[in-house]
């Protein structure tokens, strides 16, 4: 991806000490020092500035794309169209409740770059994805001297994700002002959420009040519908929820789907908008991924649609009940060369890795994934290992990353990294492993 890693790690072998110590040095604020200090990598992940943007532009293709696939493939049949990806009739049912027929472009794509180009993993849609605070991380950095002489000589930018989002959290709430100045946003999670996301919510409100908004957290529960139709929140009105929470967690509520509908009725009236609406939820599936590199659909796309996917996107397949048996006994047959995962999964969870599998428990592997439903298997993608010094050490070595960008409908909205070690395992996720670190991006020319 970039020799800029390099550059940096030949420094800091160099007795560079500043430099090597600067993420350690960094003065981070409270909430994302208690967020994320411990899960830091020692050192920022670089990219190259053009390459990043033209892969940003062909995102903005991909979720036009994806988007129009009920349409496209399914004539407009959405209950089709969610048979399909494998999404269940009672979560299609509440996505389309939830919906409003245009889903925003918010989200953040997980792609790997194998040291020639980035490909897509997945495409995580809404405003529950996290990592919009990551940016503090380069602007606390470039407060250390020796890392802001190290990025003036290299010419180094960031896009900062919080001040994009705040944009559009302005932007989107305009219409529900209930007074002059800047809205007040409710950052609201499911029923418990926020006992084990509480300090990742806290880094969130510190970073939008950094951008000058009021962001107050809470769960689903604790909002109430005034008498005109607004929200409030401990009595304050609320003129946009952030939304933190998945239609999932609906339908695992006790009181069922129904705990949403307050947020539901207050946006359709324009009291308080909801952020993002539950629509997004039916093109975040992987399984809406292979779609797009399903070669019985080619034939839907034009000579530059079916360049773009395949530009981006691995190869992808869905397994179910009914996928075809020589598609099973390919996928038996390329163990090695595969990772199934479920379509609406987060955070590495229930994926099965062909390469770190026997033969026996591939098998077993697909056998699941038929029987379950909504798997997909992906073709492997090889991350670039690129290196890291540890300065407690004095040691180098390999790392991977996952580089998670960022989109709205104004386009690009910066980037983040989730890495691990080269040989810490397939899977680069904190839900999954523990061993995995935070880092901020930044691009050169």
Known sequence: MTDLSRTYVDECLRG????????????????????????????????????????????????????????????GDLDRYAAEV???????????????????????ADAYHDG???????????????????????QRLLRVPEFADFARVHR?????????????LRDRAEPALSGGGDPVVGLIEGRGGVAPYGRLMRATVEAMAEQGLDVRIGEIGDVRTRADGKLTLDGTPLDLVLRNFAASQLLEDPEGPGV???????????????????????????SALALLTDPRRSGSFDAGERALIERVLPWSRTLGATAPAELIDLCRERR??????????????????????????????????????GYVAQERV???PEPVYDPESGSVDDWIAALGIFLTDEGYAGTHARANRADGGAIVGMSSNPD??????????
């Open 86 to 108: 494998g999404i269940e009739p009672a979560l299609a049912a509440l996505l389309r409740r939830g919906g409003s027929g245009v889903p925003a472009r918010f989200g953040r």
């Open 116 to 138: 020639t180009s980035y490909k897509l993993l997945e495409l995580n849609l809404g405003s529950e994805v996290g990592g919009v605070d990551m940016a503090v991380f380069n």
């Open 382 to 384: 090889v991350p670039r």
């Open 260 to 286: 949403a509908e307050p947020f539901f009725r207050a946006h359709e009236a324009g009291r308080t908008v909801l952020f993002t609406s539950l629509d997004s939820g039916f093109y975040a599936n992987k």
């Open 436 to 445: 995995t670190r935070m880092v901020g991006v930044f691009s050169h020319p």
């Open 336 to 373: 090695e060369r595969l990772i199934l995962k479920p379509g609406a999964g987060y955070g590495g969870l229930d994926t099965f890795v062909g390469w770190e599998s026997t033969a026996a428990d591939w098998d077993k592997a697909l056998r699941v994934a038929v029987e379950r439903g």
């Open 156 to 168: 180094l930018d960031h896009v900062d994700i919080a001040a994009r989002t705040a944009a559009v």
């Open 16 to 75: 560079n000490s500043g430099l090597a110590g600067a993420v350690a040095r960094a003065e981070l604020p409270p909430a994302f020092e208690e967020a994320w200090r411990a899960h830091l990598l020692p050192r920022p992940w670089f990219v190259r500035a053009t390459e990043t943007a033209a892969f940003a532009r062909d995102l903005e293709g991909l979720f036009e794309l994806l988007v129009s696939l009920p349409l496209r493939l399914f004539d």
